[in-house]
T-cell receptor
Framework: AQKITQTQPGMFVQEKEAVTLDCTYD???????LFWYKQPSSGEMIFLIY??????QNATEGRYSLNFQKARKSANLVISASQLGDSAMYFC???????????FGTGTRLTIIP | DVKVTQSSRYLVKRTGEKVFLECVQD?????MFWYRQDPGLGLRLIYF???????EKGDIPEGYSVSREKKERFSLILESASTNQTSMYLC????????????FGSGTRLTVV
């Protein structure tokens, strides 16, 4: 079974500061994928970034980077230079071998303060 | 633009009613999923389907069933709605291969009274 743990229910961050959202995972699959999604108040799930378990480099997408520490089973999302539009719910998720279904964490509500 | 479309944004139903939530994707994806989202619990998988007429139970299938008669359409059925099924329901699809291919619909907020 797979499990995702997000220990920060809510975070408040000053605009333009960097943000780290924590995510730890547990799985017995040798191959897996890690995802981060953003859910603004409109409710849509927006894909942000993906890291494969065999990827050597940490994934980056614009202001988003995934700090992947395999030995610690962590996959933290780092948002650089936060903006007001980053205020949203953020979910960490993982897929197992075969990439069939996603297991989600409970989410972190990020609020950016002007 | 690729799309997963959920037929209703908001629904209000009475206890005991049979409820259909419809989801259509236009990306020719093999896999389709129904999730339920509740505060503090994240998204939990109800059912998924990896082919027409194929379905598998997710983590919380009790009280739900699904139908996939055509590749593009995946329906979630509440046989007899109950108040504890009041929730946000999200449909998603992804291709057989492709880690970044998950696409979500905009969600249906169901209230059972």
């Amino acid at each position: 079974a797979q499990k995702i743990t997000q220990t920060q229910p809510g975070m408040f961050v000053q605009e333009k500061e960097a943000v780290t959202l924590d995510c730890t995972y547990d799985t017995s699959d040798p191959s897996y994928g890690l995802f981060w999604y953003k859910q603004p108040s409109s409710g849509e799930m927006i894909f942000l970034i993906y890291q494969g378990s065999y990827d050597q480099q940490n994934a980056t997408e614009g202001r988003y980077s995934l700090n992947f520490q395999k030995a610690r089973k962590s996959a933290n999302l780092v948002i650089s230079a936060s903006q007001l539009g980053d205020s949203a719910m953020y979910f960490c998720a993982m897929s197992g071998f075969g990439n069939e279904k996603l297991t989600f964490g409970t989410g972190t509500r990020l609020t950016i303060i002007p | 633009d690729v799309k997963v479309t959920q037929s209703s944004r908001y629904l209000v139903k009475r206890t005991g009613e049979k409820v259909f939530l419809e989801c259509v994707q236009d990306m020719d994806h093999e896999n389709m999923f129904w999730y339920r989202q509740d505060p503090g619990l994240g998204l939990r998988l109800i059912y998924f389907s990896y082919d027409v007429k194929m379905k598998e139970k997710g983590d919380i299938p009790e009280g739900y069933s699904v139908s996939r008669e055509k590749k593009e359409r995946f329906s979630l059925i509440l046989e007899s709605a109950s108040t504890n099924q009041t929730s946000m329901y999200l449909c998603a699809s992804n291709p057989l291969e492709g880690a970044e291919g998950y696409t979500f619909g905009s969600g249906t907020r169901l209230t059972v009274v």
